[in-house]
């Protein structure tokens, strides 16, 4: 716990600057300060008998026993015990101005102790505290005590206002834990927009990061737009920054977008993905789009197909033979994502048959997937070849 000490040294001050009433008690309190320094654990004992002795004596005597009390307990680690000692000097202290250290100190002992109620309850105690003493917290502290409210939001399973909490540490001061942390609430929301947005900054902050390049183009595809998904694994790509895993999605898109060339391109500088089956599947597709058909030929024998139609289908089309595509490709259901390159493929097959009507229709069928944009093109030569 890093906070031990520079606190532990704000007490003291708070606590020593003046001296008792009773002169006896202030010097016990001295020679207990002196001994718990050199040995805490035998002092324990003679602390808690003092802060007995006191009940019945001044105000600042009890201050001043159960900070010794509070000190002996973190420097043991015996941070229950420590938690119990802060909130009695709480009830204790009447300055204003030394309050907000120890409802600091309160929530930091009762989160540590994972005392989740009492964590929240004290951090709202510390802002209003705060906010009548001069000077202001730091931004430091005011982030760290918005985190741990936060924090216990979440361990409570009250996620919404863990939300409203760390979104509020963040406003002070942006750390990469914080965006990590309400990243991962938003992401559980299904909050896409907020997602992308987080990303967004940690992208910005953090861009020799490859991950976050990953997540912030993946949170584009949950937004449903594939075009700044493209464009931002373009530029992790280019960047080198983009992980390997995420290139098979890249060189999708790229299919996607019209540029099955470009999508060979990429694979064939990542032979090391050629284990995962998408591999050879993106670049069979990319090569029989493309009309490389040596290429189309090497991926189709390597084929793992889980259908015999579909090999033979993709085979024709390699070959040529645009009626046979048509035929094997002519019952498949457009409403099965699965099947729409095949669809694809017969739609083409129809195009190089000059079978504009049927073509244009094929092509329809595949508005709103994601052959939407290539589909369209090729409608617009449709359109343009048959224009008068």
């Not at 001994?35 to 001043?64: G, W």
């Not at 024998?301 to 002519?330: C, D, H, L, P």
Request: proline content about 3%; charged content about 20%.
């Amino acid at each position: 716990m890093n906070w031990k000490s520079s606190l532990l040294m704000t007490c003291l001050v708070a606590f020593t600057t003046q001296a008792s009433t009773n002169t006896a008690h202030y010097q016990t309190y001295q020679r207990l300060q002196m001994q718990l320094h050199k040995d805490p654990a035998r002092t324990l004992e003679a602390i808690e008998l003092f802060n007995s002795q006191v009940q019945q004596a001044d105000r600042q005597s009890k201050e001043m026993a159960s900070y010794l009390h509070l000190q002996a307990c973190i420097a043991l680690n015996r941070y229950h015990c420590a938690a119990l000692a802060v909130d009695k000097l709480i009830a204790l202290v009447s300055d204003s101005n030394k309050k907000p250290e120890l409802l600091k100190l309160s929530t930091q002992l009762h989160y540590q102790n994972e005392n989740y109620a009492l964590t929240i309850e004290r951090a709202k105690q510390w802002v209003k505290a705060t906010s009548s003493v001069t000077p202001l917290p730091s931004t430091i502290d005011s982030a760290e005590l918005y985190s741990l409210e936060g924090y216990a939001h979440y361990h409570l399973k009250s996620f919404n206002n863990a939300i409203s909490s760390m979104e509020r540490a963040i406003e002070i001061d942006k750390t990469e834990p914080r965006q990590l942390f309400i990243l991962s609430l938003y992401q559980n929301k299904s909050d896409w927009e907020n997602v992308n947005r987080v990303l967004r900054s940690l992208v910005e902050e953090y861009s020799s990061n490859p991950n976050y390049w990953e997540r912030y183009a993946y949170s584009f595809l949950k937004l449903g737009d594939d075009n700044l998904a493209l464009g931002t694994l373009g530029s992790a790509y280019k960047s080198r920054r983009l992980p390997k895993k995420a290139i098979l999605i890249y060189a999708q898109l790229l299919v996607t977008f019209q540029a099955p060339q470009k999508a060979i391109s990429v694979l064939e500088q990542t032979p090391e993905l050629i284990n995962n089956p998408l591999y050879a599947r993106i670049l069979r597709q990319s090569s029989l789009l493309a009309r490389d058909h040596q290429k189309a030929e090497y991926w189709l024998k390597q084929s793992e197909s889980k259908g015999a139609q579909f090999t033979r289908g993709m085979v024709a089309y390699q070959q040529g033979n645009w009626q046979q595509v048509i035929n094997i490709f002519k019952d498949l259901d457009p409403s099965q994502k699965s099947n729409h390159y095949y669809l694809l493929l017969s739609a083409i097959s129809q195009f190089e048959l000059r079978e504009w009507q049927q073509a244009h229709i094929a092509f329809s069928c595949l508005s709103g997937t994601k052959y939407d944009l290539l589909s369209a093109q090729w409608i617009s030569q449709i359109d343009y070849l048959n224009t008068p």
